[in-house]
């Protein structure tokens, strides 16, 4: 009975010490994407050499908790509500490399923006407001990961369809700015990937909801998830994106 | 011991079930992408209709999988090799349903472009020549996987950098275009989401590659993937994209 207390508490705690690995890796994205960010609107080009190289200790986090993850599963066989814990921290800890990895990537393209464009601040504004909007994203699915509510997480998952909004908007201005002077368009083309992995980023908030949704209920969402998106199939204007 | 025995044989049933409908998965995704270029290289609006309302059938794919594969995992509890291939079945159907959206999204932005602009042949031969390797990649990998081939998954992993080049010397060429002729930007912006997108499905394929590695052998691959990409924090030139 002792020996059976014992292990079942034990499996607890590494279920736990996974939890808390995905929350402090949760932590290094959402900073990640902070650094990111304040790239591209400070122009401040050690701030991205720092979140580049950062970027590496997202990967091996995802390595660990996989690995951590499996091997527990393999040893304690969970069940049910235990293990959909352990499937949901491989998935969500996927996205969160994901989102490292668009973290870095915007960090480099900051480098070769700042180096060769007189950003305009208009757009700078708009960049750092769609940046806010993922990074309260991130932060919301989170703390919905922390509390196990699947109320909070479906809150996010609703809400992804404005930063796609926004992304549109941002789609619409550096188009324009490309067409008014065509120097620009090396740079402003850097700057609209810049924008799409913003939005890429909110779409992993979305999927990192999606799991815990799946996570405290034990059904997937089966749903298309609300897109703003009125272009698709019959497009009048090519000065529009489609997601 | 019949009974044992009946349980053994039924739960590799399942595992070669699930193992079966990603092939079949597979073999759609494959099918999505050639048609994806071919909305593009041939202009033909009726294919990309019908190749974004297919995807619908990858997404239900994934999520039977993964249903069905949570599911054995709860009841029989597999571990060393079977418990991988459980996993394993969990992250190729969640890469190979990207792939399935991205072809998509391909197909998608090709009716904005066939209705945009008259794209210069060379362009999509270039295109057509990526399309190419990458619905190369992908057969490999799903060939190494049929075959549980660590060999071959990792030739497919080094390999990406050649879709990578080849992605770096579409997006230099379409910048030319948008500066030689602003009128193409709208256009040209699409044309460069379609080859980025293809990149990506190059990328998601790798990840393919590093699944039935780790499948096989038991080890992830823990090193960074070799990429094509000469800029990353020192770029020189804009016209150069990052990965």
Chains 1, 2 share one sequence.
Not at 222 to 230: G, L
Request: net charge negative; glycine share 4%.
């Amino acid at each position: 009975m002792r020996e059976q207390e014992h292990i079942v508490k034990s499996f607890e705690e590494e279920l736990e010490a996974i939890s808390t690995q995905i929350a402090q890796m949760g932590g290094m994205a959402e900073a990640q994407l902070a650094a990111a960010i304040d790239c591209v609107t400070r122009r401040d080009i050690a701030l991205a050499e720092r979140t580049v190289l950062e970027d590496r200790r997202i990967d091996e986090m995802e390595h660990d908790i996989e690995e951590q993850t499996v091997r527990l599963i393999a040893l304690r066989q969970p069940m049910a509500l235990d293990l959909r814990e352990a499937i949901s921290a491989i998935k969500i800890s996927a996205d969160l490399e994901r989102i490292g990895d668009l973290a870095k990537n915007i960090a480099k393209r900051s480098i070769i923006v700042i180096g060769d464009y007189e950003t305009p601040a208009r757009l700078m504004q708009g960049l750092a407001r769609m940046g806010k909007l993922a990074q309260g994203q991130l932060k919301a699915v989170l703390d919905a990961y922390a509390g196990r509510n699947a109320e909070e997480a479906l809150h996010v998952w609703r809400s992804d369809a404005e930063i796609d909004e926004m992304y549109n908007s941002i789609f619409r201005e550096l188009l324009t700015y490309m067409m008014e002077d065509p120097r620009t368009i090396g740079a402003c083309t850097h700057l609209l990937f810049i924008a799409k992995n913003i939005e890429r980023i909110g779409d992993h908030a979305t999927n990192v909801a999606e799991t815990v949704s799946y996570l405290v209920t034990g059904e997937m969402l089966v749903d298309e998830r609300p897109k703003s998106d009125q272009t698709t199939t019959t497009a009048i204007s090519a000065l529009r994106d489609t997601q």
